[in-house]
Protein backbone atom coordinates (compact mmCIF):
# COMPACT_ATOMS: atom_id res chain seq x y z
CA UNK A 1 0.00 0.00 0.00
CA UNK A 2 1.26 3.97 -1.23
CA UNK A 3 1.21 5.60 2.06
CA UNK A 4 -0.60 9.15 0.92
CA UNK A 5 0.21 12.41 3.39
CA UNK A 6 -1.90 14.42 5.32
CA UNK A 7 -1.44 16.96 2.60
CA UNK A 8 -3.14 14.53 -0.09
CA UNK A 9 -6.01 14.09 1.71
CA UNK A 10 -5.97 17.77 2.54
CA UNK A 11 -5.87 19.06 -1.19
CA UNK A 12 -8.18 16.14 -1.58
CA UNK A 13 -10.65 17.79 0.52
CA UNK A 14 -10.31 20.86 -0.99
CA UNK A 15 -11.09 20.02 -4.09
CA UNK A 16 -13.76 17.99 -3.41
CA UNK A 17 -15.63 20.61 -1.71
CA UNK A 18 -14.73 23.71 -4.59
CA UNK A 19 -16.53 20.80 -6.96
CA UNK A 20 -19.39 20.96 -4.48
CA UNK A 21 -20.03 24.18 -4.76
CA UNK A 22 -19.33 24.39 -8.41
CA UNK A 23 -21.70 27.49 -9.88
CA UNK A 24 -21.63 29.16 -12.94
CA UNK A 25 -21.64 32.76 -13.04
CA UNK A 26 -24.00 35.01 -14.94
CA UNK A 27 -22.31 38.34 -15.17
CA UNK A 28 -24.66 40.87 -16.07
CA UNK A 29 -23.27 44.50 -17.25
CA UNK A 30 -25.29 47.40 -15.65
CA UNK A 31 -23.40 50.05 -17.08
CA UNK A 32 -25.05 53.05 -18.79
CA UNK A 33 -25.74 51.72 -22.18
CA UNK A 34 -27.22 48.61 -20.79
CA UNK A 35 -29.33 50.37 -18.51
CA UNK A 36 -31.01 52.04 -21.30
CA UNK A 37 -31.83 48.88 -23.14
CA UNK A 38 -33.34 47.18 -19.85
CA UNK A 39 -30.74 45.29 -18.05
CA UNK A 40 -32.28 46.37 -14.88
CA UNK A 41 -35.58 44.25 -15.40
CA UNK A 42 -33.26 41.42 -16.92
CA UNK A 43 -31.74 41.11 -13.98
CA UNK A 44 -34.95 41.37 -11.69
CA UNK A 45 -36.09 38.29 -13.99
CA UNK A 46 -33.07 36.18 -14.04
CA UNK A 47 -32.83 36.31 -9.85
CA UNK A 48 -36.49 35.91 -9.77
CA UNK A 49 -35.64 32.59 -12.45
CA UNK A 50 -33.07 31.05 -10.06
CA UNK A 51 -35.24 31.28 -6.53
CA UNK A 52 -38.22 29.43 -8.31
CA UNK A 53 -36.55 27.19 -11.24
CA UNK A 54 -34.40 23.97 -11.37
CA UNK A 55 -31.44 27.12 -11.49
CA UNK A 56 -31.62 27.59 -7.97
CA UNK A 57 -28.89 27.61 -6.05
CA UNK A 58 -26.64 26.16 -9.55
CA UNK A 59 -26.18 30.18 -10.78
CA UNK A 60 -24.18 32.82 -9.39
CA UNK A 61 -25.42 36.41 -10.95
CA UNK A 62 -22.52 39.08 -11.37
CA UNK A 63 -23.34 42.76 -11.66
CA UNK A 64 -20.69 43.89 -14.27
CA UNK A 65 -19.57 47.61 -15.13
CA UNK A 66 -19.18 48.24 -19.12
CA UNK A 67 -18.43 45.56 -21.24
CA UNK A 68 -17.20 47.45 -24.05
CA UNK A 69 -20.42 45.79 -26.71
CA UNK A 70 -22.70 48.29 -25.76
CA UNK A 71 -24.57 49.02 -29.02
CA UNK A 72 -25.92 45.44 -28.27
CA UNK A 73 -27.34 45.72 -24.72
CA UNK A 74 -28.51 43.90 -22.53
CA UNK A 75 -25.03 42.03 -22.01
CA UNK A 76 -24.63 39.02 -20.23
CA UNK A 77 -21.56 36.70 -19.98
CA UNK A 78 -22.38 32.79 -19.25
CA UNK A 79 -19.23 30.75 -19.13
CA UNK A 80 -16.84 32.85 -21.17
CA UNK A 81 -20.15 32.87 -23.78
CA UNK A 82 -21.01 36.37 -24.65
CA UNK A 83 -24.77 37.43 -25.08
CA UNK A 84 -25.59 39.93 -27.08
CA UNK A 85 -29.31 41.21 -26.50
CA UNK A 86 -29.89 39.00 -24.23
CA UNK A 87 -33.03 37.85 -23.27
CA UNK A 88 -34.72 35.33 -19.97
CA UNK A 89 -34.96 32.25 -22.28
CA UNK A 90 -31.86 31.87 -23.65
CA UNK A 91 -30.03 32.79 -20.44
CA UNK A 92 -32.76 29.97 -19.02
CA UNK A 93 -31.52 27.77 -21.60
CA UNK A 94 -27.79 28.35 -20.78
CA UNK A 95 -27.33 27.78 -17.58
S1 LIG B 1 -22.91 49.52 -21.07
FE1 LIG B 1 -23.13 47.37 -21.16
S2 LIG B 1 -21.54 46.81 -22.50
FE2 LIG B 1 -21.26 48.92 -22.31
Redesign the pocket.
Given at each position: MVPISVDYYYNGFQIYSSMATYRKFIFV?T????KRNGCKELLKDIKGMLKVSEHKGKCKVVKTK?????KT?P?VVINSEVIKRASLPEIREKC
Open positions: CGKDCCMDFCGM
